[in-house]
């Protein structure tokens, strides 16, 4: 029921780009990502909704394909902050809304 | 306005002692959520609150954990008998109504020796 995120980590240098994916094997009504700096506490980036949307924060943007039940995190031209690990918390369709279930985390470490 | 406190930030204590873990959420939020964050893992679910209602307790992993909302402002999360692999950081996160944006507070760190 976890989501599984790909990759694990990444490593990159400032200015590259990055995608981070967040799949599940229940249908969803909601994906919400969050970037957790090391020893801090998850900051919320956005929440994406049932209805295949795509959102954008500065150059962190991110989208939703109900039908395969994944969620992508685009991060581009990287700076040196947003190193961190990465999460995704699921809702399911048709459950519990309030309640995410997030994955793993993936690992992102942006290098000068 | 004043995020989510959490306290202590830091607990350590002896394998079968109980610690009460507190958490102060956001003013006017309605919702409340606990997470337990093991070492390189990511976050689980152990309980939330939503107002005056019955706290979905579906995460709590053993009946040592416990939590409580007064007032439908602080919670407490209350481990007894602390066992060694209790030890983690518990997040607690406060969102303004269900399925909203959570807030997460800076964490208590839990070592069990």
């Known amino acids: 029921q976890q989501p599984v995120q790909s990759p694990q980590a990444v490593i990159l240098r400032e200015g590259e780009d990055a995608v981070i994916n967040c799949s599940s094997s229940k249908a969803l009504y909601s994906v919400h990502w969050y970037r957790q700096k090391h020893g801090e506490a998850p900051v919320f980036l956005m929440i994406?909704?049932?209805?295949?949307e795509q959102k954008g924060h500065e150059k962190i943007s991110a989208s939703f394909n109900e039908k395969k039940q994944q969620s992508s995190l685009y991060l581009t031209a990287s700076q040196l902050s947003y190193s961190g690990t990465y999460f995704c918390?699921?809702?399911?369709?048709?459950?519990?809304?309030?309640?995410?279930?997030f994955g793993t985390g993936t690992l992102l470490a942006v290098q000068p | 306005g004043a995020g989510v406190s959490q306290s202590p930030s830091n607990k350590v204590t002896e394998k079968g002692k109980d610690v009460e873990l507190r958490c102060d959420p956001i003013?006017?939020?309605?919702?409340l959520y606990w997470y337990r964050q093991s070492l390189g893992q990511g976050l689980e679910f152990l309980i939330y609150?939503?107002?005056?209602?019955?706290?979905?307790k579906s995460g709590l992993p053993s009946d040592r954990f416990s939590a409580e909302r007064t007032g439908g402002s602080v919670s407490t999360l209350t481990i007894q008998r602390t066992q060694q692999e209790d030890s983690a950081v518990y997040l607690c996160?406060?969102?303004?109504?269900?399925?909203?944006?959570?807030?997460f507070g800076p964490g208590t760190r839990l070592l069990v020796l």
């Open positions: 996160a406060s969102s303004l109504a269900p399925g909203t944006t959570q807030y």
């Open positions: 003013s006017g939020h309605t919702a």
């Open positions: 918390g699921t809702a399911p369709y048709g459950g519990a809304t309030n309640k995410l279930i």
């Open positions: 994406l909704l049932k209805g295949g």
């Open positions: 609150f939503q107002g005056n209602s019955a706290p979905d």
